[in-house]
């Protein structure tokens, strides 16, 4: 099947700075990935849809300039979080859709983000 | 308002059946899918139903009543590692998807 990664699986980082999150497919080409974070025991949340060649598409709430998103080719995908604070602190999950398939979405494992 | 509805816990022991209800409320719909998410996990794939109807993967199955807008996961023959949060979420056309709050399902010896 088909196969996303992600990196880091989990990172700390000091209130202030920057994280940038990558997400690929390995093995097939993704011209839409998505965005989603989820808090422990609850929901993923979509944050963005992002589109190779193009600007993200945000979910009401989420602020661009914080959570930057590029898509600049159609196996990578990055979530920048920029000065983050504390309660950025969540599991940033990435997923993508095979062409051709769309209702099947194959996520990545997640990145674990703690800002301290 | 969108919304997806299914209840926040279930239990159950080996070998028995459980059934996990999803009624959903969207402004779009293509499809109801189920995914399965274990502790600190990433979310896989279980199964979509499109049409009205049971769809039967091993010892899954779906089944989904659009006119009701309503669907369940019928999981069989219940093991183990079946413990997991179960998510049903709405495909809808050209977006990503909407989840519900998932159900977490603890399966005793």
Known sequence: GAVV???????????????KIECRSLDFQATTMFWYRQFPKQSLMLMATSNEGSKATYEQGVEKDKFLINHASLTLSTLTVTSAHPEDSSFYICSAELAGVSYEQYFGPGTRLTVT | GQSLEQPSEVTAVEGAIVQINCTYQTSGFYG??????????????????????????????????????????????LQMKDSASYFCAVNQAGTALIFGKGTTLSVSS
């Open chain 1, 5 to 19: 990664s992600q990196h880091p699986s989990r990172v700390i980082c000091k209130s202030g700075t920057s994280v």
């Open chain 2, 32 to 77: 109801l899918s189920w995914y399965q998410q274990h502790d600190g996990g990433a979310p896989t794939f279980l199964s979509y139903n499109a049409l009205d109807g049971l769809e039967e993967t091993g010892r899954f199955s779906s089944f989904l009543s659009r006119s009701d807008s309503y669907g369940y996961l019928l999981l069989q023959e």
